[in-house]
């Protein structure tokens, strides 16, 4: 059984090594500096003044070298506890399938399938749902990952080490080299810069999300077969379609949007990037099946189907027959593999973007029918667990990631579009004053003029201009070459009016008409996306759905894309906007009313989810948050994003990754079937007025006149501005300093640095107090308990307050030096801050912050005495660092180093950025 015995031992034996490592590399002195160090801070915890006061003169005192060398230190500790965390996970994971015996895990698909087959679901209510399932992960490079790759890399060969470790009969000597290769990992990760030396390319950043694809490719059939197995043991003998439910998004060289080095250049290259990557794993899943099919029709048949198949093949490219000649004729198999072999090798060698060589596979549906010819043979002539075990894993593969691995979406932000298209209807004399008309106006010119367009001299337009229209160019020709499949949605940004979306329809059409087809429109099955953001946006999402579905010509486009709109909601700058509370319920409350708007419509609607990985940009457990979404806005199909340090907390091992996606799988199945009461009347009014009182309480924090001093002065965000790790800049306008201008993502990573973590509940307790005090608790206490979307924005809240620390967040505040200024701020901060820590208490009847989950509570607990002096030395070194720009123009390298590996180390040790 997997305790926390064997956690603790191996913690303690990587601590150990972590120890020798010191020795080693940096002597005892400073070894026993860092032990030191790390027991006045525990000491500290536990409510010794005198141990407090001597770890602060100790810090005040560290030089270059010893802060270096403690940073490191504890920054190496807590990537070592990580990984023992993880492993344990797995460990727990596995040893509770193990003891559920035949009944399903937790929160998988076969929990999900008996809960319906208990319900009473019949096989045809079954196969609806599978026909809507729809779930795609999209990953993003919102620059959030602080640890580089090749860190990472040797991380995970120091936890592949551990894991070999476990087996069972190991020699002496193999036990040796492991403990001998883990000890040489970690020399070498403590002699290896921490840092990227300077930002990644868009380009590397896509090398990074197919580093991730590797393990989903694993991952992808056996989530494929989880889900025929669970079907087939709770509504045997029913012959299920299965549907093509998981797909995976990317962003990643095609989000444009406050990046200036995504270009169309760029975008290309990414689409080349991606297809030559999954080409590559088709051509060696072939070849391994080659190496497994060896079957001969002299023992056995073979379908009529695949034999006149080959028999084309080789009459339509006669070529081929060169590469059959070593394979007998009576290997079919293999020599049917070889024939696809070369298809997949044509397309892999051709140009990009030209028209592919003879013989070449177009679009992995081809592929699929091939294979697919296989499978069926095998299956009716005595292999059928030949074909189950190997060729079914292959076809899951193709249908998932077929020649593209992700669709790529594409974003922009919609005030970009506005002047480009402003500048095209002006060149074509088919409006001259657009920016200045209102927005009805707007609508009806772009109405009028789609598909108006002419070809234009783009040499005569401006740099943003020609830009974009080689944007559209490029994904008209990639809809035309590489078929709709390999592109995602397009995005835009801060959609604020209809005219928004229909700029991009108007400028697809126009691509496509120079194209010469007005059909060939350059966007995947998403469609056009709006993205609606600011709770302004949010709150009127609603009505600029209900104008655009009234619009004739996108109606009609609407039509032509099966009658579905994907639209995305953005959880971080609603929190920025807004606060916490007041963002949570205009999400919910805008999802509410779209899916209202597109029912009407008879419109699928498809919520995209922008969420971030920590707490204060809609993060959270993944399933827990689909079970709260408003009901029946799912409708099995979702789409999320997955960014930053998320992807690899997520999808770098193959046990946590099939388990995350399997919890949204289950999820999505049930969060339709869900048989609880929708709202009661009285709880959504009971939710306007908390999101009205803690929308007020939290624009008061942010509007006092030296608020965004406060949060520069008292927060790294200088330098996590500044951190090399994402090509997309942190700010939408350089040396200007407002709310506004900056990200969301800086500003919830500079609030979690501090311990403060603002972004994930300040307003909350207010606002509850408020409505407690008219009404009662009892009411509350009811909502908590009987309304999922009540009680995971709760239980957020709470674990965002559980993970924060007051007296750490004061010792920022101080970095301000102007008393009243800083009290301003500060006061009410930790006001609200006890004000929402009781009102939370008082809603789940406990005596602390997540009693309720004793080893949540613990761990906690465990980890704040460690990640405290991290905290303590940033503080002073932001104190040097502005002490420095005092008497000169810049912080120092060295100093600038060390302030970049203490917020390194803090997001390591809370295992969480942005």
């Not at 990587?14 to 801070?41: C, R, W, Y």
């Not at 030209?354 to 699929?368: F, K, N, T």
């Not at 009016?497 to 060939?520: F, I, K, T, Y």
């Not at 700010?731 to 500003?747: C, D, G, K, S, Y």
């Amino acid at each position: 059984m997997a305790g926390p015995f064997m956690l603790v031992q191996e913690i303690r034996k990587l601590t150990e090594n972590l120890h020798q490592v010191l020795q080693e590399q940096e002597g005892s002195t400073l070894t026993e500096l860092v032990e030191h160090i790390l027991d006045l801070a525990k000491a500290r915890r536990r409510g010794d003044e005198h141990a407090a006061e001597e770890l602060a003169e100790i810090i005040a005192q560290l030089d270059t070298k010893c802060t270096a060398v403690v940073l490191r230190a504890i920054n190496l500790l807590f990537d070592l506890i990580n990984i023992a965390e993880d492993r344990h996970r797995i460990r727990m994971l596995r040893d509770r399938e193990r003891r559920s015996g035949r009944r399903p895990r937790p929160q998988s698909i076969g929990v999900a399938l008996a809960h319906l087959n208990a319900e009473g679901y019949s096989a045809q209510q079954i196969q609806g749902f599978l026909d809507k399932l729809s779930i795609e992960p999209v990953f993003t490079a919102h620059p959030t990952e602080a640890k580089r790759r090749t860190v990472r890399g040797k991380l995970k060969r120091i936890q592949a080490s551990l894991a070999r470790h476990d087996q069972l009969n190991l020699l002496p000597r193999e036990i040796r080299n492991l403990e001998e290769a883990i000890h040489s990992e970690m020399v070498a990760l403590w002699q290896t810069d921490p840092q990227r030396p300077q930002r990644p390319t868009v380009l590397e950043e896509v090398e990074r999300a197919l580093f991730f694809m590797k393990t989903l490719w694993d991952v992808v059939p056996r989530l494929n077969q989880d889900l025929d197995d669970g079907l087939a043991h709770y509504f045997p003998g029913n012959p299920f379609t299965g549907p093509r439910f998981l797909h995976f998004g990317s962003w990643i060289g095609g989000d444009r949007d406050g990046n200036p080095y995504v270009t169309s250049e760029v975008t290309a290259q990414t689409l080349t990037m991606l297809r030559q990557a999954a080409l590559d794993a088709q051509l060696k899943e072939c070849r391994e099946m080659y190496q497994r099919l060896s079957m001969s029709s002299r023992r056995i048949e073979i379908s009529d189907e695949l034999r006149q198949a080959l028999v084309a093949t080789l009459e339509q490219w006669p070529q081929v027959g060169e590469r059959l000649e070593s394979i007998p004729r009576s290997e079919i198999y293999r020599r049917w593999l070889r024939a696809i072999e070369w298809r997949l090798q044509q397309a892999r060698v051709a140009t990009p973007f030209a028209e592919p060589p003879d013989g070449a596979y177009h679009r992995s549906a081809e592929l699929e029918n091939d294979v697919t010819l296989i499978l069926n043979s095998l299956r009716a002539h005595g292999a059928e667990v030949v074909a189950e075990t190997t060729v079914k894993e292959w076809l899951s593969r193709i249908r998932v990631f077929g020649f593209h691995m992700t669709r790529l979406d594409i974003r922009q932000d919609s005030g970009d579009y506005e002047q480009v298209v402003a500048e095209l209807l002006a060149r074509q004399n088919l409006c001259v004053d657009y920016l200045s008309m209102e927005e009805e106006k707007r609508q009806e010119v772009l109405s009028r003029t789609m598909g108006m367009q002419e070809p234009l001299a783009t040499s005569s337009l401006s740099e943003e201009a020609q830009e974009t229209l080689a944007l559209f160019r490029l994904l008209t020709r990639t809809a035309h070459l590489y078929g709709a499949e390999v592109l995602g949605g397009h995005v835009i940004s801060m959609t604020h009016q209809p005219s928004h979306v229909l700029m991009v329809l108007w400028l697809l059409r126009w691509a496509a008409r120079e194209a010469g087809d007005d059909n060939l429109l350059g966007l995947g099955r998403a469609g056009i996306i709006p993205l609606f953001e600011t709770i302004d946006d949010l709150q009127r999402s609603g009505g600029i759905m209900a104008a655009l579905l009234a619009n004739d010509l996108y109606s009609k486009h609407l039509s032509a894309w099966g009658n579905a709109q994907t639209v995305m909601v953005g959880y971080s700058d609603s929190t920025k906007d807004g606060g916490y509370l007041a963002a949570s319920w205009a999400l919910y409350h805008g999802q509410s009313q779209l899916h209202e708007i597109c029912e009407s419509h008879g419109i699928e609607l498809i919520v995209f989810h922008g969420r971030g990985g920590s707490l204060g940009r809609g993060g959270g457990p993944a399933a827990r948050s689909i079970m709260s979404l408003p009901p029946h806005t799912v409708g099995g199909a979702i789409r999320m994003t997955e960014q930053g340090e998320v992807l690899a907390e997520r999808y770098d091992s193959p046990e946590i990754a099939f388990r995350h996606l399997e919890q949204i799988t289950a999820a999505t199945f049930l969060v339709e079937a869900e048989s609880a009461e929708p709202p009661q009347e009285t709880w959504l009014l009971a939710m306007e007025k908390l999101a009205e009182r803690s929308y007020r309480v939290y624009r008061e924090l942010v509007e006092q006149p030296d608020f965004v001093e406060y949060f520069r002065t008292t927060t790294p965000i200088d330098e996590i501005e500044n951190l090399p790790i994402g090509s997309r800049p942190s700010r939408r306008r350089q040396n200007v300093h407002t709310l506004e201008t900056l990200r969301a993502i800086p500003w919830v990573f500079a609030w979690t640095q501090c311990r403060v973590m603002i972004p994930a509940w300040y307003g909350m307790g207010s606002a509850l107090h408020e409505l407690a005090a008219a009404e009662g608790w009892s009411e509350l206490r009811r909502m908590y308990k009987e309304w999922a979307f009540f009680r995971g924005t709760v239980d957020n809240a709470e674990l965002a307050l559980a993970k924060a620390s007051l007296d750490i967040a004061e010792a920022y505040a101080r970095l301000m030096e102007n008393e009243e200024q800083r009290r301003a701020i500060w006061q009410p901060l930790a006001d609200e801050y006890s004000r929402t820590s009781e009102a939370i208490r008082r809603l789940t009847d406990e005596t602390h912050l997540v009693a309720a989950t004793p080893w949540l509570r613990r761990a906690i607990d465990e980890r704040n005495p460690y990640v405290d002096p991290l905290n303590f030395i940033q503080v002073e070194l932001i104190k040097r660092a502005r002490a420095a720009l005092e008497e000169q123009e810049e912080i120092p390298e060295d100093l600038r180093t060390l302030l970049r590996l203490s917020i390194q180390g803090i997001s390591s040790a809370l295992r969480t950025t942005g």
